[in-house]
């Protein structure tokens, strides 16, 4: 019924508009006119379908379960009602006319922003689109959205639960994003990648405001677009909009000659801007014009919802997330503290990193949930698109589930079994890949060898329609202190790789000089000379500024950076800032005793983990925290609640506490037998219903800065991870926050379920609203007001 | 076009009483403050309503708003039509707040409370132009009254964010349990009258937390 090749397809106009014309009575949902008024929701579609719509959208824009949770109708009733009037409406014209089921977002922000989960967003849009299917209608239309993984969980849903042809459109601002950052350039990566049937724009701007958005979106994607504009800009009070039927077909028609195809009108547009257009494409037809698009030319890149990378040049992987080999991280994994993850992948962005590699296995850990913590949290804080990289396929795909973008997955290689399973993976969810050329018989030693594997990989994802752009072939750095004689080899492959099979190549550098003293060296040495035979990718810590120096160098010398115009602004801002740090240091000595209490007393914190180095060299690190630590922060404690210092002072003297307290914990991971500098493990968290965490992160900084060892739970925490939170770590103390009214409620539920579970341990709670006396009738033990407090109240429990 | 944040307040909101503001911390506030503003997505919306006074509620007709407890019905006193507004700082600089609150937290909690003052100034512009549309029909504004303030209770928020459509408009939505999100965003209910703006009262005498309001013990309001 939808023929894509050879005709402009004609959508219809605003539904909400025309049922204000109409005079209907809009109650708190205008679905449910559906079943009160259906013979006004049927003629308006007929007057779309007169005007020359082929395709009408039912009016079930947000007949979803939350949006529905305060009225008197179901899902079911409104969805279905809804399809049965605009199938009746088609049923009635003489020309094939196709109903879509029309889903626009749930009405509540995904996390991390809101506290959404995808899993929920994802069961709404399932009951609406296997209900919508079942009433008949012929395809599916996701509009509207403005969160890309908002998007990706209606679209899961309805491939998932339906075999309708599946339409998504989002809408942009003029800047070309949408409220929550998403990039037009994303959004068509990530759909086309997803498989939707056509993709596109809808509302929020007039033609002439998203014709430079067109620009890029036909530029980014091979399927279809869809243009679904708004009658101009609204007036917010009168609720009118600017431009006439006839401007609006007008501004339309140079959309055809960027090759949209499937065009019609959002708010404000009624059935006379769709009888222009028609009369706008007739014109068209009679003068020869043609709607030829551009050939289309598919690009290697990922993306966040709010960053693409294109491949087209080195791009730097940050290898600094996985835990083989770190004590610390792997420590951090076991001890769930995301926070440390979080830094890492946050330093290596500040460094230079355009994609983070992700890995959280271990052996006897829940590798696929944390995968998806992990994931979810970074998203939060950082804007670069991941690697997901795991040797199980159940961890991939959990991760691929709830990603936002289009990621990359690390790894297949040559082995049939290994391709056949991850394969249809990266295809579903629309990834690239990492293809290791190695198979069941190991690593090939010789490039030919090499390969060979990576165009049996390659042409083994063309068959499962993953496109040779989305293939980053790695072919494998050898440890040149033991195959000293293949290391060219790995050079030479890629090489072959590159010229032959024009794709993208990675490379793991660092493993090369694996054994040998001053590493760095033949890092850099390596890393260069990959780079110049065509290495696009390496994976690299990021930190080190040798590596990152190799790069920017290698873009000058390749005629990549022009100018050095990178270049130069990098490195002068270096030397300048070099320049000043030299003239900022602190009056006080390193190799003064006091230096660090005075770093402490004054949030120094630049300054506080050579002061601690200093000391560990006469002092043991038990005696620095007892001695030097706890009574500096007593100090500042004393003087913020007194007044003389306030918050971000507390902090910054906690920060710097924090530096001092890492090289002790460093120095003693490497000492047998001096025990912990731990003084008792707390659980900290943001209750169920609350994501405002703010003040919880602020105790949590401070408590850290005591010794008291923070298990974070994060906000919106459910009841029962807290209970098991406690029942698991024995912790004695627990501290939960809760900002409003509305969530003390779920703050007395968390207390009452962690008393019934038999816990032994003392449970402190905050927030904005709670006092002493409230704190008691909810059953807590104590109340502290501040993050000082906290500490008294911890001081007072574990000592 | 906010450009620049009022000092003074953002000072007020971190608990800064009397003590000087040191080197260092203006420093912070400084880069704060650039950085809040570069990245700032203001945005607002307002929409004008009569309303219905009944024993039960003020209505808004059209609508499925009903506005309950004796404090909005004082502070409507002397209006028969009211604005609406939702304005918000955009989602920008909770993932920027987020990131500090993880690498340094001194900064996360400025930011934080530029954020605050950002939103105030945003719904500040939205005020000024509501001020002009009514004071060219001789008309005044009440203050800003958003649900939670008094008896007015929150879950007020649900309706009002519906009939302004904030989620598609600006970009604000609800979570379960009535926060908004962006977090550094508003709503309020302004009233329009005749009279001087007299019926301005203190508005800690409506605020539910006035008994333990930190910024009361130190003697300011928020």
């Known amino acids: 019924m939808l023929d894509f090749k050879n005709q402009i397809i004609m959508l219809d106009g605003g539904m909400g508009t025309m049922l204000q014309a109409a005079g209907v009575p809009m109650g708190k949902v205008p679905e449910a006119l559906n079943v009160t008024h259906g013979e006004a929701v049927i003629d308006i579609h007929r007057q779309y379908i007169d005007a020359g719509a082929d395709i009408i959208y039912a009016n079930t824009f947000s007949a979803n379960r939350y949006k529905l949770g305060h009225s008197d109708y179901s899902v079911e009733e409104l969805v279905t009602a809804g399809v049965v009037n605009a199938k009746k409406a088609a049923a009635a014209s003489e020309r094939d006319v196709a109903v879509a089921l029309d889903v626009g977002p749930i009405g509540e922000l995904m996390e991390p922003n809101g506290s959404l989960k995808f899993e929920d967003a994802y069961d709404m849009f399932k009951e609406m689109m296997t209900v919508g299917a079942k009433a008949g209608a012929d395809l599916i239309v996701i509009e509207t959205s403005t969160d890309l993984l908002e998007m990706k969980a209606a679209v899961l849903a309805a491939k998932e639960n339906t075999s309708l042809p599946v339409f998504s459109t989002m809408t942009f601002e003029k800047n070309g994003r949408t409220f929550t950052g998403v990039t037009v350039e994303a959004a068509a990566l990530t759909l086309t990648g997803l498989g939707v049937d056509a993709v596109g724009i809808n509302c929020s701007l007039g033609p002439d405001d998203i014709y430079p958005l067109a620009q890029k979106l036909v530029e980014w994607t091979p399927l279809p677009v869809i243009i679904k504009a708004n009658a101009g800009l609204p007036n917010l009070n009168s609720g009118g909009y600017d431009i006439s039927a006839g401007q609006f077909a007008e501004q339309m028609d140079k959309f055809m000659d960027l090759g949209v195809q499937i065009i019609g009108g959002c708010c404000g547009t009624t059935p006379e801007y769709i009888r222009e257009m028609k009369k706008m494409l007739s014109r068209r037809t009679a003068e020869g014009k043609r709607a030829d698009r551009p050939a289309f030319v598919r690009r290697a890149a990922v993306c966040s919802s709010t960053q693409v990378v294109e491949i087209d040049g080195v791009r730097v992987i940050g290898e600094r ?329 507390l902090i910054q003297s906690a920060t710097t506490a924090q530096e001092a307290f890492d090289v002790l914990k460093e120095y003693m991971s490497g000492q047998k037998d001096e025990g912990t500098v731990s003084k008792g493990k707390v659980i900290i968290a943001t209750v169920k219903g609350d994501i405002h965490d703010i003040g919880k992160n602020i105790v949590k900084v401070v408590m850290e800065n005591y010794g008291y060892e923070m298990i974070d739970l994060g906000k919106d925490v459910p009841i029962e991870k807290v209970v098991e939170a406690v029942q698991q770590t024995g912790a004695k103390l627990v501290g939960l926050s809760a900002l409003m009214t509305t969530t003390v409620v779920s703050m007395e539920e968390t207390i009452r379920a962690i008393h019934e579970a038999g816990c032994d341990c003392k449970i402190w709670v905050g927030g904005a609203v709670l006092t002493e006396d409230y704190a008691r009738q909810i059953g807590a033990d104590f109340y502290a007001k501040d993050a000082k407090q906290s500490v008294d109240i911890a001081k007072s429990i574990l000592g | ?160 964010v519906h009939v302004l459509d904030t989620h598609r408009k600006i970009g604000v939505s609800l979570t379960e349990s009535c926060l908004m999100v962006p977090s550094k965003s508003v709503t309020a209910i302004l009233g329009i009258s005749d009279t001087k703006r007299d019926v301005r009262k203190n508005k800690c005498n409506f605020c539910n937390n006035r008994e333990r309001c930190a910024f009361r013990k130190r003697g300011t309001r928020c």
Not at chain 1, 403 to 420: D, F, H, L, Q, R
């Open chain 1, 321 to 649: 997330i996985n835990p083989t080999g770190k004590k610390l991280f792997k420590e951090a994994l076991l001890n769930h503290n995301i926070g440390y993850i979080l830094t890492q992948g946050i330093s290596q962005v500040e460094a230079g990193a355009h994609i983070l590699d992700v890995n959280v296995g271990l052996p006897k850990i829940d590798e696929a949930g944390l995968m998806v913590e992990v994931i979810k949290e970074l998203q939060g804080v950082v804007d670069v698109p991941l690697q997901i990289d795991s040797s199980h396929a159940g961890v991939i795909e959990s991760g691929l589930r709830i990603y936002n973008g289009k990621p990359i997955v690390n790894s297949v290689n040559g082995e049939t079994a290994v391709m056949e399973k991850i394969f249809p993976l990266v295809k579903k969810y629309g990834a690239a890949v990492v293809g290791l050329t190695l198979d069941e018989k190991g690593i090939p030693l010789l490039a030919e060898e090499r390969y060979a594997v990576a165009e049996r990989i390659v042409r083994k994802a063309e068959s499962y329609g993953i496109p040779k752009e989305d293939v980053y072939i790695d072919c494998l750095t050898l440890t040149a202190s033991a195959q000293q004689k293949e290391v060219v080899e790995t050079l030479k492959a890629m090489q072959l790789v590159k010229e032959r099979l024009g794709v993208k190549t990675v490379l793991g550098v660092s493993n090369i000089s694996f054994g040998l003293p001053k590493r760095e060296f033949v890092n850099v040495a390596f890393l260069t000379l990959a780079m110049a035979h065509g290495l696009d990718l390496p994976i690299i810590n990021p930190n080190v500024s040798a590596m990152m120096a190799a790069i920017d160098s290698f873009n000058i010398l390749y005629n990549r950076d022009e100018g050095s115009r990178f270049y130069v602004d990098k490195y002068s801002k270096i030397v300048e800032a070099e320049k000043n740090a030299q003239s900022a240091v602190p009056s006080v000595k390193p190799s003064d005793t006091k230096s660090l209490e005075y770093a402490v007393l004054n949030g120094i914190r630049e300054y506080a983990a050579d002061a601690t180095r200093e000391l560990l060299k006469t002092r043991s690190a038990m005696d620095i925290v007892n001695d030097i630590l706890i009574p500096a922060l007593d100090k500042v404690g004393a003087d913020f609640e007194s007044g003389k210092l306030f918050l971000p002072q």
């Open chain 2, 1 to 160: 076009m906010i450009r620049r944040l009022n000092r003074e307040e953002i000072l007020r909101y971190l608990g800064y009483k009397d003590s000087g503001v040191t080197e260092r911390i203006e420093q912070l506030l400084n880069r704060c403050e650039a950085e809040t503003l570069k990245i700032l997505q203001s945005k607002y919306i307002y929409r004008r309503f009569p309303v219905e006074k009944g024993a039960d509620g003020i209505r808004i007709p059209g609508t499925a708003l009903v506005l309950f407890g004796n404090d909005i019905q004082e502070h409507l006193k002397n209006c028969n039509e009211i604005f609406l507004l939702g304005a918000t700082a955009g989602i920008e600089l909770d993932k920027r707040i987020r990131r500090y609150m993880v690498t340094e937290p001194d900064v996360g909690v400025i930011m934080d409370s530029c954020g605050i003052q950002a939103v105030e100034q945003i719904a500040d512009l939205a005020e000024k132009e509501m001020e002009q549309e009514v004071s060219a029909e001789g008309c005044h504004l009440t203050w800003r009254f958003s649900p939670g303030y008094g008896d007015l209770p929150l879950e007020t928020q649900r309706e009002l």
